[in-house]
């Protein structure tokens, strides 16, 4: 099983959103984390800036308004 963590702007960690996350959507506009645990955290005004399948984690980027 592949899961990542998920970060808001950059890895750090102090910007992580979820540990572990199992599912990520893009429902318009609103980014939806789904961690192994059952926690949902929903992001809204982001997008998916980076995707890193090797070093499992997922970076998340606000929209500019």
């Known amino acids: 099983m592949?899961?990542?963590n998920v970060y808001l702007?950059?890895?750090?960690?102090?910007k992580i959103i979820i540990e572990e996350?199992?599912?990520v959507v893009?429902?318009?506009g609103t980014i939806e984390v789904y961690s192994i645990?059952?926690?949902?955290?929903?992001?809204k005004d982001c997008y998916i800036?980076?995707?890193?399948l090797e070093d499992n984690y997922i970076i998340l980027e606000?929209?500019?308004v």
């Open 62 to 64: 606000r929209k500019a």
């Open 2 to 4: 592949c899961l990542s």
């Open 9 to 14: 702007g950059e890895r750090n960690k102090d």
């Open 21 to 23: 996350a199992a599912k």
């Open 49 to 52: 800036k980076e995707v890193d």
């Open 37 to 43: 645990f059952g926690e949902v955290d929903k992001q």
């Open 26 to 28: 893009d429902n318009d």
